[in-house]
Structures are given as C-alpha cells and as structure tokens.
C-alpha cells in the first residue's frame, strides 16, 4: 500500500483490536506465570466441572479460529506452525496472526480471505 492510498477505517480499527489482544494475551500470561504455579492452579482448574467445560470452550474456540489460519494461509508448514502456537499460547497467537494479516492487507476482505483469494473470491 502506497503512503497516498486511504487505509479504511475498518483495518485501522481491526489493527488496533489486535494489538490491543496481543498486548493483553502478553501482559496476562507473563502476569500468571511471575505469579503462580501454571502446574498448580492447572491442576485445580482441570478439577472443576466447570473448568474443564470452560477449557473444552475455549480449545474448541481455537480451534476455529486455527481453521481460518490454516484455510488462508498457502504453505501447510505456516499452517501447522501456527496450529502450535495456538494451541501452546492460545488467543496471543490468534490475535498476533490477525495483526499480522491485518498489517499487510489492504483490505478487509484480503484479511478475511487472504491476498491469494481476495480478489479472486469475488
């Protein structure tokens, strides 16, 4: 994108809703880990009926939005790779791949669909 081309408000605020996760994600899992024992409180969590539906929710809330990276992306090595980082470091990943994308694209639609599939799409 040339500096004279109009980024839509829509990305610029796509942009800022990633970040503002990524920075999130980073200052709580860094907050939890200086803090307390992962092993610990993960085991009390798994303990509970309602942490592990709340776990089940969320895993498979990843798993979704891993679909859509591995859908949009080209190389199935990016693909898996991102798959790991979602499943080790949960919505940081999801929200850094989305800033990522977002970075790049010029459009939401090339966000949503990729640039490999935007144009084509339509």
Do not use: C, K, N, Q
Not at 4 to 15: D, F, G, N, Y
Not at 56 to 79: H, K, N, T, V
């Amino acid at each position: 994108m040339s500096a004279r081309e109009a980024v839509p408000a829509s990305l610029i605020l796509l942009r800022m809703v990633a970040g503002l996760g990524v920075a999130a994600m980073t200052s709580a899992i860094v907050g939890g880990f200086t803090t307390a024992s992962f092993t610990e409180e993960g085991g009390a969590l798994l303990a509970l009926t309602w942490g592990r539906v709340t776990l089940l929710d969320i895993y498979l809330a990843f798993l979704f939005g891993w679909l859509w990276i591995a859908w949009r992306e080209r190389s199935p090595l990016r693909a898996a790779l991102w798959g790991v980082a979602t499943l080790v470091t949960g919505s940081l990943a999801l929200f850094g791949y989305l800033l990522g994308a977002s970075l790049r694209a010029r459009t939401i639609t090339d966000v949503v669909l990729g640039p490999h599939r935007g144009d084509a799409a339509l």
